[in-house]
């Protein structure tokens, strides 16, 4: 080979090498474009839901991250990295679940079920019931207030209402009653129990059949039973974000992977005040929030508070980063439109209670006046009972000094009774004495007689012997 041509080979290999450079250089630069796309995706998208979601050129998500990168994009949000969402979902029900059993009571578990369920449940029903769990249950104190105002009612509407008024169905009455008292609504639990009173026969019937009705034990069955109900929707909100499908008639169907991603960014967004209030009142170097939170004892407020702390801003950041930006931004679009629906459902049922006030206002005046007209009947019968009372006083009166009078006369004629038959006693006594003088006189008498007889015998003898 020529010398130029050497020289050629040798450009060649040069060359070469020089390509070989610039491939690595540009695939090097290419994946790490390629990787920080990866990157923007991920923030944008969220976290794959399990390991088995492939991107576009069908490769699974999580084969595509490195090992530092959980740790990297969870270094801001307080680390606990995860690497899918049902992953995240599962590590948070894990967390809740012990929590919930460490709670053996019924009553605990109610009221953190309700603390749970309260920022995710879209039902104005049921947010007003765990609304009222928080109220009743948040001490030993307004659990007894609640058990003494419930039984209260009970024993209120047992007892036999005014004559002649007439008798209303069980459970209205016992609404009215446990209304009536001073407290918290409670119009979940209220319905629960007016449920297991006697509903079957007439209102008199009812009552009579409430007061064999052992309400201690209705009491803690239904407490147990809305615990259940609660409980129940906890899991249910699990097992959606787990994947277990939409109910609809004929069973299950299975959710969609962007339906799941949706369902876990609403739950992981709705979790958000419960794990920041759990973050702020037991972990330690969170003095401020713990105080501002404490502060607050206002509803308005302390949800503000617990809004306004760094801990609540930390836990939807993490969110963000599991769920995507565009999820978390879904999550939190359709938890205000729920906000704003329950909002304008309050309005409205504040317009119809009003115009139920109203109505209700018209037909109590107008009971009022009934039962003034009663009133005013029942007391002229008073007035008229007094009266006659009055009268059969005075008769009384008039019978008993003419008893008292009766009575010393009698005592006086009893007294000169017993003289008069003392003293006829003395007679008979001194008359019966001369009835036995008498006879002996008269006996006396009978023998002069017989002797005068015989004197007379004798005389007549002499007189006929001369």
Same mark, same amino acid.
């Given at each position: 080979?020529? +010398?130029?041509?050497?020289?050629?080979?040798? =450009?060649? %290999?040069?060359?070469?090498?020089?390509?070989?450079?610039?491939?690595?250089?540009?695939?090097?630069?290419?994946?790490?474009?390629?990787?920080?796309?990866?990157?923007? !995706?991920?923030?944008?998208?969220?976290?794959?839901?399990? !390991?088995?979601?492939?991107?576009?050129?069908?490769?699974?998500?999580?084969?595509?991250?490195?090992?530092?990168?959980?740790? #990297?994009?969870?270094?801001?949000?307080?680390?606990?990295?995860?690497?899918?969402?049902?992953?995240?979902?599962?590590?948070?029900?894990?967390?809740?679940?012990?929590?919930?059993?460490?709670?053996?009571?019924?009553?605990?578990?109610?009221?953190?079920?309700? &603390? %749970?369920? $309260?920022?995710?449940?879209?039902?104005?029903?049921?947010?007003?019931?765990?609304?009222?769990?928080?109220? @009743?249950?948040?001490?030993? #104190?307004?659990?007894?207030? +609640?058990?003494?105002?419930?039984?209260?009612?009970?024993?209120?509407?047992?007892?036999?209402?005014?004559?002649?008024?007439?008798?209303?169905?069980?459970?209205?009455?016992?609404?009215?009653?446990?209304?009536?008292?001073?407290?918290?609504?409670?119009?979940?639990?209220?319905?629960?129990?007016?449920?297991?009173?006697?509903?079957?026969?007439?209102?008199? #019937?009812? /009552?009579?059949?409430?007061?064999?009705?052992?309400?201690?034990?209705?009491?803690?069955?239904?407490?147990?039973?809305?615990?259940?109900?609660?409980?129940?929707?906890?899991?249910?909100?699990?097992?959606?974000?787990?994947?277990?499908?939409?109910?609809?008639?004929?069973?299950?169907?299975?959710?969609?992977?962007?339906?799941?991603?949706?369902?876990?960014? /609403?739950?992981?967004?709705?979790?958000?005040?419960?794990?920041?209030?759990?973050?702020?009142?037991?972990?330690?170097?969170?003095?401020?929030?713990?105080?501002?939170? +404490?502060?607050?004892?206002?509803?308005? $407020?302390?949800?503000?508070?617990?809004?306004?702390?760094?801990?609540?801003?930390?836990?939807?950041?993490?969110?963000?980063?599991?769920?995507?930006? &565009?999820?978390?931004?879904?999550?939190?679009?359709? &938890?205000?439109?729920?906000?704003?629906?329950?909002?304008?459902?309050?309005?409205?049922?504040?317009?119809? !209670?009003?115009?139920?006030?109203?109505?209700? @206002?018209?037909?109590?005046?107008? =009971?009022? &006046? #009934?039962?003034?007209?009663?009133?005013?009947?029942?007391?002229? +019968?008073?007035?008229?009972?007094?009266?006659?009372?009055?009268?059969?006083?005075?008769?009384?009166?008039? /019978?008993?000094?003419?008893?008292?009078?009766?009575?010393?006369?009698?005592?006086?004629?009893?007294?000169?009774?017993?003289?008069?038959?003392?003293?006829?006693?003395?007679?008979?006594?001194?008359? =019966?004495?001369?009835?036995?003088?008498?006879?002996?006189?008269?006996?006396?008498?009978?023998?002069?007689?017989?002797?005068?007889?015989?004197?007379?015998?004798?005389?007549?003898?002499?007189?006929?012997?001369?």
């Amino acid at each position: 080979m020529s +010398l130029f041509g050497k020289i050629l080979a040798l =450009l060649n %290999i040069f060359g070469a090498f020089g390509l070989i450079y610039l491939a690595s250089v540009d695939y090097g630069k290419r994946m790490t474009w390629r990787y920080a796309g990866f990157k923007y !995706e991920l923030a944008l998208a969220g976290l794959p839901l399990d !390991e088995k979601e492939q991107d576009s050129e069908n490769v699974a998500i999580v084969e595509r991250m490195s090992e530092a990168l959980p740790g #990297e994009i969870f270094a801001a949000v307080g680390g606990r990295p995860v690497t899918t969402q049902k992953a995240e979902v599962q590590r948070l029900k894990q967390e809740l679940d012990s929590k919930i059993q460490q709670a053996q009571d019924k009553y605990k578990q109610s009221y953190l079920l309700a &603390r %749970i369920l $309260l920022p995710l449940t879209d039902s104005y029903p049921h947010r007003e019931q765990l609304l009222a769990c928080l109220a @009743h249950f948040s001490s030993p #104190e307004a659990i007894a207030a +609640l058990q003494a105002r419930t039984l209260k009612a009970f024993n209120e509407v047992r007892k036999p209402g005014p004559p002649r008024a007439p008798v209303k169905p069980l459970g209205e009455d016992y609404r009215r009653l446990f209304r009536a008292e001073p407290g918290p609504s409670a119009e979940h639990l209220i319905a629960m129990i007016v449920q297991s009173l006697p509903s079957a026969g007439t209102p008199v #019937e009812n /009552r009579t059949a409430a007061a064999g009705v052992n309400f201690s034990q209705v009491f803690d069955k239904v407490i147990e039973e809305q615990r259940k109900d609660l409980e129940g929707r906890y899991q249910t909100l699990f097992a959606q974000a787990q994947g277990a499908g939409i109910k609809i008639e004929g069973g299950d169907a299975p959710a969609s992977m962007l339906q799941q991603k949706e369902s876990i960014a /609403r739950l992981l967004f709705g979790l958000c005040t419960f794990t920041t209030e759990e973050s702020i009142l037991t972990e330690a170097g969170k003095e401020t929030e713990k105080q501002a939170l +404490l502060a607050a004892r206002e509803p308005g $407020l302390y949800n503000k508070a617990v809004i306004d702390s760094a801990t609540y801003k930390q836990a939807v950041q993490r969110v963000n980063v599991i769920c995507g930006l &565009r999820n978390t931004i879904l999550a939190i679009g359709q &938890r205000a439109r729920d906000l704003r629906r329950i909002a304008e459902y309050v309005i409205q049922s504040i317009t119809q !209670e009003r115009e139920q006030f109203v109505v209700d @206002h018209v037909h109590i005046v107008g =009971l009022i &006046r #009934e039962q003034s007209a009663l009133v005013k009947a029942e007391n002229l +019968l008073i007035t008229d009972a007094k009266d006659k009372i009055a009268t059969h006083d005075e008769v009384i009166k008039k /019978r008993t000094d003419e008893i008292v009078k009766l009575k010393n006369d009698l005592t006086k004629v009893r007294e000169d009774t017993a003289k008069s038959e003392a003293t006829l006693r003395d007679l008979s006594q001194k008359v =019966l004495k001369m009835r036995g003088e008498l006879q002996d006189a008269i006996k006396s008498m009978a023998v002069g007689e017989a002797k005068t007889r015989e004197l007379e015998k004798m005389i007549r003898e002499l007189e006929r012997r001369r």
